[in-house]
Structure formats: structure tokens, C-alpha cells
């Protein structure tokens, strides 16, 4: 049997709100489509599936907590996958629109975003020049002008809400600056040690994908927590397959699901969240390592259990 320091956690990200319905036909927007992307991708090798909402009419990120709880509802009582919602949201949402899920849920973990950058989508308006739904545009072409806020303000406001629900963050760390914002929030007291980190590459206005960017924030955090902290990647787009992969040379964890990346390969949409699940479990055992079960993930992440969610 091999260790947990040999296990990968797989997070599967099913939906996010970057891309939108004209993109891909296999991109969930329903809770019910949610739902089960969400179950099929746990049982695939994920044992932790990272949660966004959308509109079911159509597929704009959507805030609202009912529609939220209608998936956290369905996948907790279909899976033991951890469940980690997001508290990004969509692009244009106020910090209290995003953090409500962590107070009304108590989720074991979410995400949290370590600063404010510029996040841009707008290149993507290259490609596609028809859209189904008329806000899609919009929400791409809005991106050019647009700041993703989350101030020291916000943080330690939003560092507060996670603490007071027991909901581990999972720092998103979008370039190197996010990484001293989080040691300064350790120092000070904000954020406590372990942290868990996501290094996030591949989003116009962070860091980029070469391979060297991931070494960089790697010795960065190396520097900065010392053995105080466990780690993700994220590649966005074609990136997801190579950084995903150098993340588990380099020892930690990753990934993978239709929030990042449309693609199976190169031309190939995948059809499901499950097939970019299966892949990345092939190459973690390619390269001699074991995808996490949701229980060794909660034991890896030091997590409060599923039976304290309020869900």
C-alpha cells in the first residue's frame, strides 16, 4: 500500500465561469447536469470536485444560494467526493454575492482568491464570433476592462467567513504577488498554517504556463511556508496536461475539469468531465503514483468531514 505522500488529489473543476454554452455542447449548466458531471467524475479517480453555479436557462454564473444547494445537496447524497464551491463566482459579482456559500453551507473546503489582477477572457472572442446567448458576448468583451477585486480588505474579511464556518481555504494563487499576500496574511494572523495553495497558470493578467512559471512559484512557496503547506496546479487551456503533470513530478497535486480546459487533445472536445479525469489518472499512474480517495484527500488537507457541512 503506498503512503498518502505518494497519493495525488484530483480535483475536477465541472463547470467555472469562463466558458460559456457556445463553446462546447458537453459544458454542464443545470444542477442536474452539474450533478451528475460532478458524481460520474469522483467515481472516475476525483476526490474533489470543485463547484460553480449556473443560470438553468442560460448558463450565466449565477450567485443564487437555491440553486447552489440544489447541487451540493445532489452530489453529497450521491458521492463522497469532497465538495469544494466556489467563492470566485462570475466576473462582475461582489465579494458578499461570492463568499455567501462558505456561511450558508459550511462547506469542508472552498476556494479563495489571494488578490485582485486583471482576468481577462476577451481573447477568446477570436474564436468565437456567434453565440447562443446574448449575455456571452458581453461577458467576454466586459473582461478587457475589467478587475477581478479582492483587496486585503476583502480578504481578511473573507479569511474571517471561512474561519468561523471551519471551511478549509483553498488558496488560488494566480501569480507570485498572491503568494506574498498570503504570507502576509499568515504573519499577521489572518490565514493559519498548514495552508493549502493552488498555483492557478494560464489566465491573461496572472502567470503564464511555460514550465518554468510553475518551478518559480514553486520554489516561491517553498521559500515562503516551508513544509507549513500542501499545493495544486492548474493549467488553463492546452496547458492542462503539462503543468498538471510536472505538478506531480514536482510532488503535489492537480487539476483537471471543463472549468480549465474544453479539450481531451489537441481538436478534440472532451465529452465529459470524466474523460479528463481518466486521462490524468492514466498519466498519475504512468509516473508511478496513486489518484487520492476523497478520505485520504481529507486526511492529506487535515478536513473537517462531510458530515459537518450544512448541506
Not at 16 to 39: C, F, N, R
Not at 90 to 106: A, C, D, H, N, T
Request: with cysteine; charged share 25%.
Amino acid at each position: 500500500m503506498l503512503d498518502l505522500e505518494e497519493k495525488v488529489i484530483i480535483t475536477c473543476a465541472v463547470t467555472g465561469s469562463i466558458h460559456t454554452p457556445t463553446m462546447s455542447p458537453y459544458l454542464p449548466i443545470t444542477p442536474e447536469q452539474i450533478v451528475k458531471e460532478a458524481v460520474k467524475a469522483a467515481e472516475s479517480g476525483a476526490a474533489i470536485v470543485h463547484i460553480h453555479a449556473r443560470d438553468p436557462k442560460t448558463g450565466m454564473p449565477t450567485s443564487n444560494l437555491e440553486t447552489f444547494r440544489e447541487i451540493l445537496v445532489g452530489i453529497k447524497e450521491r458521492s463522497d467526493t469532497v465538495i469544494c464551491p466556489t467563492t470566485g463566482g462570475g466576473l462582475g459579482m461582489s465579494v458578499e454575492e461570492r463568499i455567501k456559500v462558505v456561511p450558508e453551507f459550511k462547506p469542508e473546503m472552498a476556494s479563495f482568491n489571494m488578490g485582485s489582477m486583471n482576468f481577462a477572457l476577451h481573447r477568446m472572442l477570436r474564436k468565437h464570433k456567434e453565440f447562443k446567448y446574448d449575455w456571452e458576448k458581453q461577458y467576454l468583451e466586459m473582461t478587457k476592462d475589467l478587475v477581478f477585486k479582492n483587496t486585503f480588505a476583502d480578504l481578511e474579511y473573507i479569511s474571517k467567513v471561512f474561519y468561523e464556518s471551519k471551511t478549509k481555504p483553498e488558496l488560488e494563487c494566480y501569480d507570485v504577488g498572491h503568494l506574498y499576500n498570503t504570507a502576509y496574511l499568515i504573519e499577521t494572523g489572518v490565514l493559519k498554517l498548514p495552508v493549502h495553495i493552488q498555483f492557478v497558470h494560464g489566465i491573461l493578467g496572472g502567470i503564464g504556463i511555460h514550465p518554468e512559471d510553475l518551478m518559480y512559484m514553486k520554489r516561491t512557496a517553498d521559500r515562503l511556508f516551508g513544509n507549513n503547506y500542501t499545493w495544486s496546479v492548474i493549467g488553463a487551456g492546452k496547458a492542462e496536461f503539462p503543468l498538471c503533470t510536472l505538478g506531480v513530478i514536482l510532488g503535489g497535486n492537480v487539476r483537471v475539469g471543463l472549468e480549465d480546459s474544453l479539450y481531451l487533445e489537441r481538436g478534440k472536445l472532451a465529452r465529459s468531465n470524466a474523460e479528463l479525469v481518466e486521462k490524468m489518472v492514466r498519466i498519475i499512474k504512468e509516473l508511478g503514483k496513486e489518484p487520492a480517495t476523497p478520505e485520504e484527500a481529507r486526511r492529506i488537507l487535515g478536513l473537517k468531514g462531510k458530515d459537518k457541512v450544512c448541506f
